[in-house]
């Protein structure tokens, strides 16, 4: 069908140095305009997430009296949204309830005693270390202190973990 | 005279091709003739010709054989239509806030109200879209439409159908019900994992360091904005390319003259009859089935087990069984490289217009089919097993990574070797090969994640 129409053919314009140099011209020109866009966007987007950055800020939580746990328990804490885990030499964790693989929340299984996430089936010991992969890191944990057989958790902030990745346990 | 008619005649014999060319001169001369006389009558033709400028004036019979294309582009497209439609309705009953985001879904749903009407159309075209625009692209390959003159095209093709997957997920995460907002968690969550830019655009994405309302606008935007004018933008391209492409693929006839027949009526009642036909259906499946709605998002309690929607569940699987890098970035990158590049690689598509290259190639579709379902479940049978025993993260980046993609690899370029020397395929059915390998496991993997994983994501049997 297209064979039996064809077009006249246009001659093209020659290739002087002043068509090359528009050329160049409107490139960069429009480069420029499409930087100015892209960083304007990202402004905006940005211009949101400033109003919440407060930063961390401590906040710390009565967690319980040491004799109120059982050895070797877990126990959910819904209001600092964290895990407080008695370990079997009786030091206590306080372990964050956010999985490290992608950010689910990690539900406590009695039965086969260990962290067992509902997303991706890592699964995590009660000191937090990785038993079962996609996860690569152990749970984070809270800092913890026991004054006088009280358990105070600061939730607004993450411990760092010990040298080979393990949250680090407190003697009661 | 009906064109089903004259090519029965000229398959018959009773006819010859002379006549059919004749036929189809004639109906360009009648055509251009009409116009010429008719050209005052400009106005009135304005919708309807501009309409049909989509189409050239005649196209090849070949073209509108069912079983070459089975009107996949033209259902996607009209899904696309519906999605426009009910998508700007949906956005008088939405609000784009977590407080009431969930509350003003359920408020569709009240007596009297058919915004629940629309959404369930939006919800389920968008589901259907998907389904559509994956057997598009699968049709597109198979039939070697990816070569030559079609090369930019098959690229912009590739970028709609991220643009579908992406409207999709954007879409589900409206709502604000527990499905969305574990969503939003694991793909920010996943978006981390990119090297160098992975974090920034985590964060620019969530709109701070906690998910909330900035997050679900931003996602919001993107998915009322930004989304449908590039695929706007890009649907427009791919029809215009499509013409440049002289219509759809078509097998090479060799000597003679291609049959065309004019467009009006042959192609566009087939057009409308499938459309047509699809709306119809989706409609009446949205009167009777109610598009899902979890629990409001509460954070701090994912659901057991937190499964994606089906499309993402493939990956979900991916997820499970590599290392997280790996699986979000590195497997990903190298097949969109792979699918981009194939064009660009002289030979590597299949003769134009013939399902899998004809009978040598289909068994071979078969054969690898079979093969990519079978070593999908043991490999996964066997991670299963594998994590219980080993299970240490000390060493996952290569044994959960770099491990597994040099298997991958190596295997590829094996079977790849095997093929053209050994059994003597083409270069573009080894090809072929290789993508039904990568798509049959891709749909493995989606079925075992749906059907066959149960709380704490276990495998589990569905009965």
């Known amino acids: 069908m297209d064979n039996t129409l064809q077009r006249p053919q246009v001659e093209h314009a020659p290739d002087t140095g002043r068509r090359r140099f528009f050329n160049k011209l409107w490139a960069l020109l429009g480069s420029i305009a499409f930087l100015e866009l892209s960083w304007l966007s990202i402004s905006i987007l940005r211009s949101g997430k400033n109003k919440h950055e407060t930063g961390a800020q401590d906040a710390i939580i009565k967690a319980g009296n040491v004799e109120d746990f059982a050895i070797n328990s877990v126990t959910a804490n819904a209001r600092g949204q964290f895990y407080l885990a008695c370990l079997e030499d009786g030091s206590f964790l306080a372990l964050s309830r956010t999985c490290t693989h992608l950010g689910c929340s990690v539900p406590w299984d009695e039965e086969a005693h260990k962290f067992i996430c509902p997303c991706h089936g890592s699964s995590f010991s009660i000191t937090g270390e990785v038993l079962t992969p996609p996860a690569t890191r152990s749970l984070n944990s809270h800092p913890l202190r026991i004054e006088n057989g009280t358990i105070y958790v600061n939730t607004g902030r993450l411990e760092k973990p010990l040298q080979d990745g393990k949250p680090r346990p407190v003697k009661a | ?463």
């Not at chain 2, 920034?200 to 360091?209: D, F, H, N, T, V």
């Open chain 2, 1 to 463: 005279m009906p064109i089903e008619m004259l090519t029965y005649f000229h398959h018959q014999g009773i006819i010859d091709s002379q006549t059919i060319y004749l036929y189809d001169i004639n109906a360009i001369i009648q055509k251009s003739l009409h116009m010429n006389s008719a050209h005052t009558r400009a106005k009135k033709q304005f919708p309807s010709d501009l309409l049909l400028h989509v189409h050239p004036r005649t196209v090849p019979v070949e073209t509108l054989r069912f079983t070459l294309s089975f009107g996949l582009g033209g259902m996607a497209t009209t899904l696309v239509l519906l999605l426009f439609i009910t998508g700007i309705l949906q956005k008088v009953s939405y609000i784009p806030d977590i407080q009431r985001a969930y509350h003003s879904i359920q408020f569709m749903y009240t007596d009297s109200n058919f915004a629940g009407w629309l959404r369930n159309i939006h919800y389920w075209s968008g589901n259907m879209l998907v389904i559509i625009s994956f057997l598009h692209f699968c049709r597109v390959f198979l039939t070697g439409a990816i070569a030559g003159r079609r090369r930019l095209n098959w690229i912009v093709g590739l970028f709609l159908l991220g643009l579908v997957f992406f409207s999709n997920f954007s879409g589900y995460l409206l709502p604000w019900d527990q499905l969305a907002y574990w969503a939003v968690t694991i793909f920010l969550n996943m978006i981390g994992y990119i090297p160098f830019i992975g974090q920034p655009l985590a964060q620019l994405l969530r709109g701070g360091s906690e998910i909330g309302t900035e997050t679900l606008t931003n996602f919001y935007a993107i998915h009322t904005g930004l989304l449908p004018f590039l695929m706007l933008l890009l649907v427009i391209g791919h029809f215009w390319l499509i013409r440049k492409a002289r219509g759809l693929v078509q097998q090479q006839s060799g000597k003679g003259p291609t049959f065309s027949v004019p467009v009006m009526p042959n192609l566009i009642v087939r057009e409308a009859a499938v459309g047509l036909s699809l709306i119809a259906a989706i409609l009446l499946f949205s009167a009777i089935v109610d598009a899902p709605l979890s629990g409001a998002a509460t954070p701090g309690v994912s659901p057991n087990p937190a499964k994606a929607a089906w499309f993402f569940m493939g990956l979900q699987e991916l997820l499970m069984h590599l290392h997280p890098v790996f699986a979000i970035c590195v497997f990903p990158v190298i097949v969109l490289f792979c699918l981009l590049a194939i064009p660009f690689w002289q030979n590597s598509a299949l003769n134009e217009g013939i399902w899998f290259n004809g009978e040598r190639g289909r068994k071979l579709a078969i054969v690898v089919s079979i093969t990519s379902i079978t070593l999908t479940i043991a490999a996964v049978l066997i991670d299963n097993v594998a994590t219980n025993i080993i299970g240490s993260p000390a060493t996952a980046l290569f044994t959960r990574g770099v491990l597994p993609l040099v298997i991958f690899l190596s295997c590829h370029c094996l079977g790849y070797a095997l093929l053209t020397s050994r059994y003597s395929y083409t270069r573009g059915e080894t090809v072929m090969a290789g993508f039904l390998f990568i798509v049959v496991a891709m749909i493995c993997l989606t079925v075992i994640g749906v059907w066959f994983r149960g709380p704490g994501m276990q495998l589990m049997f569905p009965f």
